[in-house]
């Protein structure tokens, strides 16, 4: 049978909210009269979100896949090895925690049955707290400049992929990777929709404020060298000034005699260019720890298990060598 639809959904201790989301979300997609499968990654979850879902699987064999980790490699990480184990023809990532609604898939099924091979959504009266919406909208503003990649809300799982977009982000090998913004880089119709929003049915937020600013720094390394290329500018122009000054203290110097009084002042310059130069340092460190994590090669994720009714396709890339080193 040809699936239609493929929903992927990484987890990570979700326990409290799990039943509520399986109560909404498989009668939301039966409600679409399409083949479907909905493909879980446990991503080394501590409490019992792996038992759960374990259940889940045999209550609902004929559409439910569960991918294993046997550690927490993060929610990109998770979302990749479901887009390696996938089948369907469509695929649509969602959250665990129901803040968004299952009942939307249909909306961003629809939207593709127009012709757009990707669908990103925008959170309709958006339940988070004010200082995350005000950081997330400076994120994205940035992030745009930098980049030039358009997300009005890069936070928002809810998404739609095709089958194309999906295999060639499967063929990048990257180890750092933001897989809204490659979609979007391969996408020929791209388009966005409004989606409805809910508080979180269960648990807390996995993102604290210093993992969203790791987030972008991974997205704006990875789509764009204009950090660098600024860094340079920056420290032509800042040469060119710092040399102007020294002549204008020798030629003062000449004409007034020696003088202690901008002795602070010249303190003051100095630390500023060194905090430059230790930005720029720094800077370099996230372009070179890219390069180096790139050049290992190391396993992306490693599968501990994966539940299915049936004996699928082997196992490609990260995932075969995940099932073989468990």
């Known amino acids: 049978m040809n699936i239609e639809l493929s929903v992927v959904i990484p987890v990570y201790n979700e326990e409290p909210g799990l039943a509520a989301l399986f109560a909404r979300l498989y009668p939301a997609l039966d409600a679409l009269r399409i ?45 990749m090895a479901g887009f390696e184990q996938v089948r369907g023809r469509r695929i649509v990532t969602l959250d665990a925690d129901l803040q968004n609604p299952p009942e939307e898939i249909g909306r961003l099924i629809a939207k593709m ?18 200082f995350r919406r005000i950081a997330g909208r400076a994120m994205n503003l940035v992030r745009e400049r930098i980049t030039r990649i358009r997300m009005t809300d890069q ?10 977009i999906v295999d060639a982000i499967n063929s990048c090998r990257e180890i750092s990777t933001y897989i809204p913004a490659l979609a979007y880089t391969f996408a020929q119709r791209p388009v966005e929709i409004e989606v409805e929003h809910e508080e979180r049915a269960a648990g807390e937020s996995k993102y604290s404020l210093y993992q969203l600013i790791r987030l972008n720094f991974d997205l704006v390394t990875a789509f764009s060298l204009v950090p660098l290329q600024m860094f340079s500018l920056a420290g032509m122009l800042i040469s060119l000034v710092s040399i102007l000054f020294v002549i204008y203290l020798a030629v003062r110097r000449l004409l007034l005699g020696p003088e202690a009084e901008g002795l602070f002042t010249l303190f003051g310059i100095v630390f500023f260019l060194l905090g430059i130069a230790l930005f720029g340092i720094g800077l370099l460190g996230e372009y070179l720890g890219r390069i180096a994590q790139q050049v290992r090669q190391r396993p992306r994720y490693l599968i501990q298990a994966v539940l299915e009714a049936e004996a699928g396709p082997e196992p490609k890339g990260e995932a075969a060598r995940g099932v073989a080193g468990s």
């Open 155 to 164: 936070g928002c799982m809810l998404r739609a992929y095709s089958r194309e």
């Open 113 to 130: 049955d127009e012709g757009y091979d990707y669908v990103g959504s925008i959170r309709r009266m958006r339940r988070d707290s004010a």
């Open 35 to 79: 083949p479907y499968e909905v493909v879980f990654v446990n991503d080394g979850s501590r409490d019992g979100s792996a038992a759960m879902l374990r259940e889940q699987f045999q209550r609902r064999p004929d559409v439910t896949r569960v991918i294993l980790f046997n550690g927490n490699f993060g929610q990109h990480m998770a979302i």
